[in-house]
């Protein structure tokens, strides 16, 4: 249970985050000038993150924010400022422009803002933190720990994608009809990258990257919100409550690696399950299919196992063929050969996995764990001890290597080799 | 905003091209001179010699050099250019993807540096 201290803190801490947002797309969306307008509102928002837990979230956080961020930069301007007539002036200003804050209500230029940051003009690997720190108000420190770069090369990153977006006349917009699909796509995209930074640490080791996944979710929820018809953002959105839901099973009582097949369903968020689903129907009523929609339906059969006690294979094979039909990236081919596999043709799941022909597998290892498997289940044990060998070497997470090396030995001691 | 559109391509076809080819071939670029004026895009554009004609000059410890050929021994060359005004990048790129030349070359999209 949550003492009221720490509710406090995290309602003063969504709306902060809410009315951050907001402001930095209200003060940006017409001069472009994302730097300048994160300036003026950083001490506001420590400000507000400091006082409110005690105070409670002010009716307008928006007005409060602004108007501090404008008390603030008066400040600055009064140290330079002299003279009695000077002073009268600031003041002035002052009581009118908080005035105008009570009253004014903001327009949500959010949208526009993510859509600038995921531009196709923009770097495609920058994109992810510069929604991160523009929409969420992330310093560049947090941002690159969790996305494993240094401070200063992060820092150097965002300062010059958002020197572009003013410099080049990047607009703040959401895209007409006829674009629309490519760059949401863009921005989906984007959101997923920061989603798997973050699923990346199952152990929930590094706080700031678990806290990413649930960054990505809030953005998921954002963007759904903005644009309640558009399929794509419906299924990113049910594909990683889906994800989150299974994390409380992803690891056992002593941080062991446990695998999806392997999960106490009792364990999964039924709450986020249901969502999910609900999320992946209203999708299947709208037009278009992408491959978010496939990506969450294969989720969706995954989590029906807690009603079925049994994973149907043979329609995550279909789902999987489906992807395919989208995408060429080879680790979908790796996952439908898998369920293919699964679904009882385990020749076949072989074959197809020996016929994906890309050398990036070489160094994925899910691929030799999957082959591993694969061929433990046909009884090539010799193959398969050598595939284990490469997968564990590949790992770096130490849970899932003390998982591989219990697998390895577990093919092994099937055969009465010792494995080495 | 003001936008420099920079139009690289081959030029090697039109120049050895008939007169009269040349004058179908360069059809396309009146109707687009004509769609930037009729929208009031339209800031100024030109059509340069070919990249055989080009001088290149450049002063290093007070000695002049010149030299003959363009800046850039490659096959795509600066043809032509046009200003327009645009009011975002997206617009631009929009005229960019109309411009003849972004068919057979490349058209890069500058912002004008503003000095007001």
Redesign the interface.
């Known amino acids: 249970m949550a003492t009221g201290v720490e509710r406090a803190r995290a309602a003063a801490e969504a709306a902060a985050r809410q009315s951050y947002g907001r402001l930095v797309a209200y003060l940006s969306a017409r001069t472009r000038d994302l730097a300048g307008a994160e300036d003026a509102l950083a001490d506001a928002f420590a400000a507000a993150l400091s006082r409110w837990p005690e105070t409670g979230v002010p009716d307008h956080p928006e007005a409060w924010l602004l108007t501090v961020a404008r008390r603030r930069s008066i400040d600055q301007q009064r140290r330079r400022m002299t003279g009695e007539a000077g002073q009268a002036h600031l003041r002035l200003i002052g009581e009118e422009l908080e005035q105008e804050m009570a009253r004014e209500k903001f327009p949500d230029d959010r949208l526009g803002l993510i859509f600038a940051c995921a531009?196709p003009?923009i770097e495609a690997g920058v994109r992810a933190p510069l929604i991160l720190q523009a929409v969420l108000g992330f310093d560049a420190a947090t941002i690159a720990s969790a996305f494993l770069v240094s401070p200063s090369t992060m820092g150097q990153r965002l300062v010059r994608a958002k020197s572009r977006i003013k410099?080049?006349?990047?607009?703040f917009r959401i895209?007409e009809k006829a674009e629309l699909g490519e760059r949401l796509s863009a921005v989906l995209e984007a959101i997923y990258a920061a989603f798997s930074e973050g699923w990346t640490d199952a152990s929930g080791a590094e706080s700031r990257r678990r806290n990413l996944a649930s960054e990505a979710i809030w953005l998921g929820r954002l963007v759904v919100d903005l644009l309640p018809g558009e399929p794509e953002a419906l299924c990113l959105l049910s594909l990683m409550l889906h994800a989150e839901a299974r994390r409380p099973a992803r690891r056992g009582p002593s941080g062991e690696f446990v695998p999806l097949s392997e999960q106490d369903t009792l364990l999964w968020d039924a709450g986020l399950i249901g969502e999910a689903d609900a999320l992946l129907q209203r999708a299947g009523a709208l037009d278009g299919i992408g491959r978010y929609q496939f990506e969450a339906a294969i989720q969706s059969a995954h989590a029906a196992r807690r009603f079925a006690g049994r994973t149907d294979w043979a329609a995550i094979a279909t789902l999987y063929a489906g992807l395919m039909t989208l995408s060429a990236s080879p680790v979908v081919a790796v996952n439908h050969a898998v369920a293919v596999a699964y679904a009882g043709a385990l020749e076949q799941g072989l074959a197809l996995l020996d016929a994906i022909d890309d050398t990036r597998l070489n160094e994925y290892q899910p691929y030799w764990a999957a082959r591993a498997e694969l061929l433990t289940l046909s009884g090539n044990l010799a193959e398969a001890d050598k595939a284990y060998q490469l997968a564990i070497g590949l790992e770096t997470d130490l849970a899932v290597r003390r998982f591989l090396k219990r697998r390895r030995g577990d093919a092994a001691s099937r055969s009465g080799q010792v494995s080495g | 905003?003001q936008?420099m559109l920079l139009l690289h391509h081959d030029d090697t076809p039109f120049a050895a091209a008939s007169p009269q080819d040349q004058e179908t071939m360069s059809a396309p670029y009146m109707a687009y001179n004509e769609a930037l004026i009729k929208a009031g895009a339209m800031v100024s554009g030109e059509r340069l010699q070919g990249a055989s004609s080009a001088t290149t000059v450049r002063v290093r410890d007070g000695r002049t050099e010149v030299l003959d050929g363009p800046f850039a021994a490659t096959k795509e060359q600066l043809g032509g250019f046009y200003i327009i005004e645009?009011?975002?990048?997206?617009a631009?790129?929009n005229w960019a993807a109309r411009c003849p030349s972004a068919n057979y070359g490349t058209v890069e999209v500058r912002?004008i540096w503003p000095t007001r």
Do not use: E, N, S, V
Not at chain 2, 86 to 90: E, N, S, V
């Open positions: 531009h003009a410099q080049a006349g990047i607009p895209p | 905003m936008y645009a009011p975002d990048l997206d631009a790129l912002p």
